[in-house]
C-alpha cells in the first residue's frame, strides 16, 4: 500500500480535502503577504531577481524531488505570489489580462479537484450540459438564433484560428470540384487545388489571423491587408476595392473584421463589411475577443452593430469578462459550418451512445481532454450579473478618459487620440533642459526601467509619430474597474519621474 497521506492525497478524497483545506490558508495567506512584499506591481529587480527567485524557492532542489516535502510546496506558493504581477494593482496597466473575480477563481479550484473534461459523456456530464447551455445564451447575446452554434477556447487566438478554420472548409469545399484535391480541405487537404485563397483583414488586425492562416495551410501570403484609417479601422471601400480587384483564381476565404484592436481598440464598420460580406458571399469572420466589453456596456454596445451578420465571432472573457484564462468563445452563426469538426472516436463517443443521449463535446473543438471554462465563467457572470458587467466595462472606459484628459494636461506627455475603449496610447515627450537622441528607445527604456523597479507595467506599441515614421509609444490598457483617479495621477508621476530619472542620468540616450 502506497502512503500517499503525508504529502500528496488525492485532492477529492477525504484526506485530500483535509490537505486541501491546509494548503488552502497557505496559499491565501502567501496571497495577503505578498501585495506587502511587492509594494507594487511587481517586486523589484527585472528579469536576474525572477531567475533567482526560482532558484531560491526550489532550494536548489530538483522538480521531480528525491525527497518530497510539504514545506517546498509551501515555499514555492509564497514566492509564486509574491513574484507574480499583480492585476489587482492599478499601475498594472500593460496587458489585457483582467483580475478575475472571486467567484471565477473558487470556482476554478473546484474546477481542478474534480477535474471534468468534455470530450466524453462520462467524463463531465454536468460540465457538457454547462458549456451547451452557455453556448446558446452567449449565442444570443450576438444576436444569434437557435441555429447557432460554438464552442469554448483556449485563447481569441485559437478562436480567430478556429474561425478560419471553418471559413476555409465553407470557401474551398466546391472549389475546383474538377481537381484532385475537390471536397472538404480537412478530408482532402488543399492540394491540388489551382487556386489562391485569401483572406482579408484590415493592417490593425491581430497577429493571430496571420499565423492562422499559415496554420491552416492557406499560408501567411494568403492574407491581403486592408488599409486603416488614423486610429486603425479598416477602411471598407478599400476592402471593396481589393474584392472587386482579384483575379479569377484569387478566392476568397474569409473578411476578417475587428471589434476592439489591440492598439486603439477600433472598431471596424460591421455594418458595411457584413453587407459587402453578403454581396461578396464572403464568410464574416469578427475578432471581438477585446471589444466584447462594448456589448455589456448601453452606451458602448453600438460599437458592436452589425454583429449578428457575422458568421463566426471570437471573443475573450478573460479580457473583459473578469474570468481566469482561459474564457474565449467562438460562436458561429450556422451550427452545420461545424461538421467539418465533427469526430467519431469509437472509445469516446461511439454513435449508439450518441443516440442514446450520452452526447459529448468532442465534435465541436480542436482538443481531445478539454477542461470546463463554462464553470468559471457561469459563477463569474452569476455573481456581477449583466448591469454589473456593463457598469465595469463603463467604468473601465471611463478611466481611460480620465487618464487621456490627465495626459494631454501634462506637460512632457503627447497623447495619440481620445481613447475608444479602455486603452491610451501616448509617448513620453524630452524636456529642452534634457534633449534624448533617440526618443524610441526612451521611451521604450521607460517601460523597462518601471517594470525593472516594480513601480509600474505598462504596454508598449510602434505607431507613426509627429515626424511620419514608426515610433514607440506606450500604453495604457485599463481592465480594473476598482482603480481611482488618485491612482491614475499616481501612475501618471511615477511615468513622468522615471522618464526625467532616464534623461537625465543619460543625459542623451
Ligand atoms: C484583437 C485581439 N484578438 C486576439 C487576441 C488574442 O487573444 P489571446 O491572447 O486570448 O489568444 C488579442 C490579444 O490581445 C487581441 O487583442
Known amino acids: 500500500m502506497i502512503d500517499t497521506g503525508r504529502n500528496a492525497a488525492l485532492a477529492g478524497r477525504p484526506e485530500g480535502l483535509e490537505q486541501l483545506r491546509t494548503l488552502l490558508d497557505t496559499a491565501l495567506g502567501a496571497l495577503g503577504d505578498a501585495a506587502l512584499k511587492r509594494g507594487g506591481p511587481l517586486p523589484a529587480g527585472g528579469p536576474d531577481a525572477a531567475v533567482a527567485a526560482v532558484r531560491e524557492a526550489m532550494g536548489g532542489g530538483k522538480f521531480l524531488a528525491d525527497e518530497p516535502s510539504a514545506q517546498r510546496v509551501t515555499d514555492l506558493f509564497e514566492a509564486y505570489a509574491t513574484w507574480a504581477a499583480d492585476l489587482t494593482h492599478p499601475s498594472a496597466v500593460a496587458r489585457m489580462q483582467c483580475a478575475p473575480t472571486a467567484a471565477s477563481a473558487a470556482a476554478e479550484l473546484l474546477a481542478a479537484v474534480l477535474n471534468q473534461s468534455l470530450h466524453s459523456w462520462e467524463s463531465g456530464p454536468f460540465a457538457l450540459e454547462l458549456e451547451r447551455q452557455l453556448i446558446k445564451e452567449m449565442a444570443s447575446w450576438v444576436g444569434f438564433g437557435d441555429e447557432a452554434s460554438g464552442t469554448l477556447t483556449p485563447g481569441g487566438s485559437i478562436s480567430n484560428l478556429m474561425g478560419l478554420l471553418l471559413s476555409r472548409d465553407h470557401a474551398l469545399k466546391d472549389v475546383d470540384s474538377t481537381g484532385p484535391g475537390s471536397g472538404e480541405v480537412s478530408r482532402a487537404g488543399l492540394a491540388g487545388r489551382r487556386i489562391r485563397p485569401r483572406i482579408l483583414c484590415s493592417a490593425a488586425a491581430h497577429f493571430s489571423i496571420a499565423r492562422a492562416a499559415g496554420f491552416l495551410g492557406l499560408g501567411r501570403d494568403a492574407v491581403v491587408t486592408v ?130 443521449g450520452f452526447t459529448a463535446l468532442l465534435g465541436t473543438s480542436l482538443q481531445t481532454t478539454r477542461r470546463s471554462d463554462a464553470f468559471k465563467i457561469a459563477a463569474s457572470l452569476l455573481t456581477v450579473g449583466r448591469e454589473g458587467m456593463g457598469a465595469w466595462v463603463d467604468a473601465c472606459h471611463e478611466r481611460a478618459r480620465y487618464a487621456a484628459t490627465r495626459i494631454a494636461a501634462i506637460d512632457g506627455l503627447d497623447l495619440v487620440a481620445e481613447p475608444l475603449l479602455s486603452t491610451v496610447i501616448f ?83
Open 427 to 509: 509617448r513620453c515627450r524630452p524636456a529642452d533642459a534634457t534633449p534624448v537622441e533617440d526618443e524610441s528607445a526612451w521611451n521604450a527604456a521607460i517601460r523597462r526601467k518601471l517594470m525593472a523597479e516594480g513601480r509600474a507595467l505598462l504596454a508598449r506599441t510602434k505607431i507613426t509619430g509627429p515626424n511620419g515614421r514608426p515610433q514607440v509609444h506606450l500604453k495604457l490598457v485599463f481592465l480594473n474597474p476598482t482603480t481611482t483617479e488618485e491612482e491614475i495621477d499616481g501612475l501618471l508621476t511615477d511615468i513622468t519621474a522615471a522618464a526625467r530619472e532616464l534623461a537625465e542620468s543619460e543625459k542623451v540616450l
Open 227 to 356: 488599409p486603416v484609417d488614423d486610429r486603425g479601422r479598416m477602411l471598407a471601400d478599400e476592402a471593396r476595392r481589393i474584392l472587386g480587384g482579384f483575379a479569377p483564381d484569387e478566392v476568397p476565404v474569409a473578411l476578417v473584421a475587428t471589434a476592439g484592436t489591440t492598439d486603439h481598440g477600433s472598431f471596424d464598420p460591421l455594418p458595411e463589411l457584413a453587407a459587402l460580406a453578403a454581396e461578396y458571399r464572403i464568410w464574416l469572420h469578427v475578432d471581438a475577443a477585446y471589444g466584447i466589453g462594448a456589448l455589456f456596456s448601453p452606451t458602448l454596445a453600438p460599437l458592436l452593430d452589425g454583429l449578428a451578420q457575422a458568421d463566426s465571432v471570437a471573443f475573450d472573457l478573460h479580457k473583459f469578462g473578469w474570468t481566469p484564462a482561459s474564457s474565449s468563445v467562438l460562436l458561429v452563426r450556422d451550427q452545420r459550418h461545424m461538421d467539418c469538426l465533427d469526430q467519431q472516436a469509437v472509445y469516446l463517443n461511439p454513435s449508439d451512445d450518441e443516440a442514446a
